[in-house]
């Protein structure tokens, strides 16, 4: 059962190797979660530095358009209310359509940089997920469920002394375990 040597140092090899697995794993998601992070920052610093651009360009713009048409409409007020009409116009029609202008296309570059390698793969739904924690819930429930009794005394003897085995073999295992992680720090210590 679990107390053999071969068993303890392969336990002891197992529990190595998945420390040394999941520490590459964390290296690998920091590493790539700073380059998604970072096209994502430059992503956004860039489109501050051309938005500040636009927003210069329609200023100016707007004031050549006011100087331009004033002697037409009857004055630089008329002018500047026409102009600004036109901006509140336009402000109301991106308004309008933010979600299919700015929210969609913002979702599919920020899915595209965090979820390039999942693209493919659909979405778990709600129903899935409710579906896996009640499979879990039903094996951990028959896990600790308790044993059926036995319907003779031979049965019963079986397992009573099933019991009793593997709760030495557990006990001889912990201390093997102990001995091997660390029962040997007062050997170290000493010397």
């Known amino acids: 059962m679990f107390s053999s040597d071969k068993n303890v140092n392969l336990i002891a090899g197992m529990l190595a190797n998945a420390k040394k697995y999941g520490e590459m794993r964390l290296e690998n998601f920091e590493r790539g979660s700073v380059d998604k992070m970072t096209s994502v920052l430059t992503g956004i610093i860039l489109g501050a530095v051309v938005m500040l ?13 006011v100087f331009g048409i004033a002697p037409y409409v009857g004055g630089y007020a008329i002018a500047s209310l026409i ?14 359509n933010r979600k299919k202008w700015i929210s969609i296309p913002i979702n599919a570059l920020l899915a595209d940089v965090f979820l390039a390698e999942k693209a493919a793969d659909p979405a778990p739904t709600k129903q899935q997920m409710a579906e896996l924690e009640q499979a879990i819930a039903d094996d951990y429930s028959s896990l600790l469920a308790p044993p059926t009794q036995a319907n003779n005394r031979f049965e019963q003897a079986v397992n009573a002394a099933s019991r009793a085995w593997s709760i030495a073999d557990i006990a001889i295992f912990g201390y093997k375990l102990y001995r091997k992680f660390g029962g040997n720090t007062k050997k170290k210590r000493k010397r």
């Open 83 to 96: 102009v600004g009409l036109v901006h509140l116009t336009l402000l109301i029609v991106i308004w309008v």
């Open 53 to 65: 651009f636009i927003i210069l360009i329609i200023i100016f713009l707007s004031a050549a358009v």
